[in-house]
């Protein structure tokens, strides 16, 4: 159990704003950081590569000019439909990006061209069988994506992965799946997690990209309208019900899976929104900065109640 010293500087809580599609942004990365939490975004947020390189530069200027920020992250999609892999990872490798978060492939030689420049690479699992496939790539953390989780989300209990994975990876473990609170910090600790990492509740701050309509249909969702299902994107993932609906889907009835291509998937999830099970949780749009002293003062308050005797 470790998090790496890189991650370590200027970190307040053990914390990731995971990376979000069409939703995280130069501006919320550089607030997160800021506020001592580690920020992170998919490169294919800006629209080509050249645009990505401009991202990081304002983040890299915005964090110097702070002096106390934490480090961020890049969320590279490795999937043969993916065109931008190479060029943006050629960008990556050049700014020598801190962390590199991967989902869907986990790739031996992208794990070495990014150790080669000094940063880390943590990757997105779902299931033991691919922690076991990261492992073996060389990543230095797993994301456990537990049942739940906003995005392409998994089936499993975090209990029983994390107990699974830890008999045979002694990296960073990154537990992923409805954590918005800082009581969900302490109990991804207590669990012997690393680093919670939160996707949805981040939806939900000033500085995310997302819609207003969409931060409002999600402060106003409860778990009972999450659909969990394979048919707006290849791969299973979490949606608002409301935004089935309103893109005029029944969600009782979705048209059959369909395959999962990077060309196609702009046009659906800017139509449909995701959200994980955690919705239930969120009721305000706070500022980024807001939220981490929230985050952190829950999470202070929630060590002293559990080392109360009961
Ligand atoms: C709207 C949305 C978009 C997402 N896009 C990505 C993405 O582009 N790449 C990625 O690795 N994960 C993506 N995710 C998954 C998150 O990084 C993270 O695993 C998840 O949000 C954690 O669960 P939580 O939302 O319950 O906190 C997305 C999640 C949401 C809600």
Same mark, same amino acid.
Do not use: C, N
């Given at each position: 159990m470790a998090i790496p010293a890189a991650l370590r500087e200027n970190l307040?809580?053990?914390?990731?704003?995971?990376?979000?599609?069409l939703v995280s942004g130069p501006q919320l990365v550089l607030e997160t950081c800021k506020a001592g939490l580690i920020g992170t975004f998919p490169a294919l947020n800006a629209r080509t590569t050249e645009g990505f390189a401009a991202w990081l530069t304002e983040i890299e200027d915005g964090r110097r000019a702070h002096g106390r920020a934490a480090a961020y992250g890049v969320n590279l999609i490795v999937h043969k439909t993916n065109p931008r892999l190479e060029p943006d990872l050629a960008v990556v490798a050049e700014r020598k990006v801190p962390l590199v978060i991967t989902s869907l492939g986990a790739v031996p030689d992208l794990v070495k061209e990014v150790h080669g420049y000094g940063g880390l690479v943590f990757h997105d699992v779902i299931s033991v069988r691919h922690a076991r496939k990261a492992a073996q790539a060389g990543v230095d953390g797993l994301i456990l994506v537990c049942a739940g989780a906003g995005g392409h989300a998994g089936t499993a209990s975090p209990f029983a992965l994390i107990e699974e994975v830890r008999q045979f990876f002694d990296g960073t473990l990154i537990l992923a799946g409805a954590l918005g609170s800082g009581r969900h910090v302490a109990a991804a600790?207590?669990?012997? !997690?690393?680093?919670?990492?939160? %996707?949805?509740?981040?939806?939900?701050?000033?500085?995310?990209?997302?819609d207003?309509?969409?931060?409002?249909?999600?402060?106003?969702?409860a778990l009972a309208d999450i659909v969990y299902t394979d048919s707006i994107s290849g791969v299973n993932a979490n949606f608002l019900r409301p935004s089935l609906i309103a893109a005029g889907l029944d969600p009782e009835n979705l048209p059959p899976k369909k395959h999962m291509d990077m060309a196609a998937?702009?046009?659906?999830?800017?139509?449909?929104?995701? !959200?994980?099970?955690?919705?239930? %949780?969120i009721a305000d749009v706070p500022a980024a900065a807001e939220l981490a002293a929230r985050l952190e003062a829950e999470y202070m308050a929630a060590f002293r109640d559990t080392t109360a005797q009961f």
């Open positions: 307040r809580l053990p914390v990731i704003a995971a990376p979000m599609f600790r207590m669990m012997g !997690a690393d680093f919670a990492y939160m %996707g949805t509740r981040f939806i939900a701050t000033r500085e995310s990209m997302a207003q309509a969409y931060k409002d249909m999600l402060t106003a969702s998937e702009a046009k659906a999830w800017r139509d449909i929104w995701s !959200a994980g099970h955690g919705v239930g %949780g």
